[in-house]
């Protein structure tokens, strides 16, 4: 099922066994990444095969890290919709302007995703139990994949986290802890509860599934353009990992020799209130320092400082791409234009794209003859 060989930190080069539960590289501080047989897969397997399977994120499995389908915990995740957005196409001066919703995932986010690969993954391993700080959609997503699989979950989440996450999670049968803080403090109380219960921690890059699952975000959308890559994609960023795992899944695609033409051009969008990557982007840094005092409406996006910042960072300068902040009154509008006029009630991260992507076209950066997509990546009834 999956041609997964070992896992390998991104800065050093030292090499894991993946046949092991592994978190992260402590002496480099770095998220571990997936590698697989790219020759292997070539030989093997048939592209357009995996378009005549059954939908899903699971018909990309060569390229997911589970070995054993009987250990995949699945709800349905992928294949989320790409949209032609010609009302906002047209309004910015973007005519190929394309919406994928994520928000027609389980649990209403993209996190589905990232938590299928992740408990799978750790199910194959013998894990049962698992602990995660969330912002709220990792939390939901945790919590239905574990009940789903007949696994425990506990979840740190901030105290003034929207009242629906908090009320999914404990549906779902997991043990919530509510925190006085922002996300950083509910991950170091989840660190040593990992540390002394013996659970396992699935925070954002601290073990190295979860960005595998985002990763196929990036595959389906080769797939939807006709095996070629658009030309921006602007995505909405707290930790990162959707726009780290596309950018892998981008290489991984050329390598396969399944994609033609350039990669796109990354947009990372952040809220005004909490724009780490933003400012250390425009500094020409290689890291992020912590934003003081986060503060925005997009639970998602209150990330003080992204784990992965130095892969987030590399990814932007390597596709000559961008980084942007707007405000919350800017994603509420353009939340409200989605849902009026392209038919998608975006969570503010999402409508966070549409913004940027207005003053994008507004500085000159994009122009009107690009194919530019905007990634909502969550269902907007999250926030009533």
Same mark, same amino acid.
């Given at each position: 099922?999956?041609?997964?060989?070992?896992?390998?930190?991104?800065?050093?080069?030292?090499?894991?066994?993946?046949?092991?539960?592994?978190?992260?590289?402590?002496?480099?501080?770095?998220?571990?990444?997936?590698?697989?047989?790219?020759?292997?897969?070539?030989?093997?397997?048939?592209?357009?095969?995996?378009?005549?399977?059954?939908?899903?994120?699971?018909?990309?499995?060569?390229?997911?890290?589970?070995?054993?389908?009987?250990?995949?915990? +699945?709800? =349905?995740?992928?294949? $989320? *919709? &790409?949209?032609?957005?010609? !009302?906002? /196409?047209?309004?910015?001066?973007?005519?190929?302007?394309?919406?994928?919703?994520?928000?027609?995932?389980?649990?209403?986010?993209?996190?589905?995703?990232?938590?299928?690969?992740?408990?799978?993954?750790?199910?194959?391993?013998?894990?049962?139990?698992?602990?995660?700080? +969330?912002? =709220?959609?990792?939390? $939901? *997503? &945790?919590?239905?994949?574990? !009940?789903? /699989?007949?696994?425990?979950?506990?979840?740190?989440?901030?105290?003034?986290?929207?009242?629906?996450?908090?009320?999914?999670?404990?549906?779902?049968?997991?043990?919530?802890?509510?925190?006085?803080?922002?996300?950083?403090?509910?991950?170091?109380?989840?660190?040593?509860?990992?540390?002394?219960?013996?659970?396992?921690?699935?925070?954002?890059?601290?073990?190295?599934?979860?960005?595998?699952?985002?990763?196929?975000?990036?595959?389906?959308?080769?797939?939807?353009?006709?095996?070629?890559?658009?030309?921006?994609?602007?995505?909405?960023?707290?930790?990162?990992?959707?726009?780290?795992?596309?950018?892998?899944?981008?290489?991984?695609?050329?390598?396969?020799?399944?994609?033609?033409?350039?990669?796109?051009?990354?947009?990372?969008?952040?809220?005004?209130?909490?724009?780490?990557?933003?400012?250390?982007?425009?500094?020409?840094?290689?890291?992020?320092?912590?934003?003081?005092?986060?503060?925005?409406?997009?639970?998602?996006?209150?990330?003080?400082?992204?784990?992965?910042?130095?892969?987030?960072?590399?990814?932007?300068?390597?596709?000559?791409?961008?980084?942007?902040?707007?405000?919350?009154?800017?994603?509420?509008?353009?939340?409200?234009?989605?849902?009026?006029?392209?038919?998608?009630?975006?969570?503010?991260?999402?409508?966070?794209?549409?913004?940027?992507?207005?003053?994008?076209?507004?500085?000159?950066?994009?122009?009107?003859?690009?194919?530019?997509?905007?990634?909502?990546?969550?269902?907007?009834?999250?926030?009533?």
């Amino acid at each position: 099922m999956s041609f997964i060989t070992h896992l390998a930190c991104p800065e050093c080069g030292q090499t894991f066994d993946a046949g092991k539960i592994q978190t992260f590289h402590v002496e480099c501080q770095s998220p571990l990444l997936a590698r697989y047989d790219v020759g292997a897969i070539r030989a093997k397997v048939d592209r357009d095969e995996i378009t005549r399977r059954p939908r899903g994120m699971w018909r990309w499995c060569e390229v997911l890290p589970v070995g054993d389908p009987a250990c995949v915990i +699945t709800l =349905g995740e992928g294949d $989320g *919709a &790409l949209l032609h957005a010609r !009302a906002s /196409g047209a309004e910015i001066g973007v005519p190929g302007l394309f919406i994928k919703d994520e928000g027609t995932n389980p649990t209403g986010s993209f996190k589905a995703r990232g938590m299928a690969a992740a408990v799978s993954k750790a199910n194959e391993l013998g894990v049962r139990e698992f602990v995660a700080p +969330t912002a =709220g959609n990792a939390g $939901g *997503a &945790l919590a239905a994949y574990a !009940a789903r /699989g007949g696994l425990r979950a506990h979840i740190f989440m901030p105290k003034d986290a929207p009242a629906v996450n908090v009320a999914e999670c404990r549906a779902a049968g997991a043990e919530v802890i509510l925190v006085d803080g922002l996300i950083d403090a509910a991950g170091r109380l989840a660190a040593d509860k990992a540390a002394s219960e013996g659970w396992l921690d699935v925070s954002t890059f601290k073990e190295p599934y979860r960005a595998e699952g985002k990763k196929i975000m990036g595959c389906e959308i080769a797939e939807g353009f006709g095996w070629q890559l658009p030309d921006v994609i602007i995505y909405p960023t707290g930790g990162g990992t959707g726009l780290v795992g596309m950018w892998k899944a981008f290489e991984e695609l050329e390598r396969l020799g399944w994609v033609s033409g350039s990669r796109p051009r990354m947009v990372s969008v952040q809220a005004s209130g909490c724009a780490p990557v933003v400012r250390a982007f425009e500094s020409g840094a290689e890291t992020c320092e912590s934003w003081p005092n986060a503060a925005t409406r997009a639970s998602g996006l209150r990330v003080p400082r992204p784990f992965a910042d130095r892969l987030i960072l590399r990814a932007l300068r390597e596709s000559k791409g961008t980084a942007i902040a707007v405000s919350d009154e800017e994603m509420i509008e353009a939340a409200h234009w989605l849902a009026a006029r392209e038919g998608v009630f975006a969570a503010p991260e999402g409508a966070a794209t549409l913004a940027a992507a207005r003053k994008l076209k507004a500085s000159g950066w994009l122009n009107g003859d690009e194919r530019v997509v905007l990634f909502n990546t969550g269902n907007g009834l999250k926030y009533l």
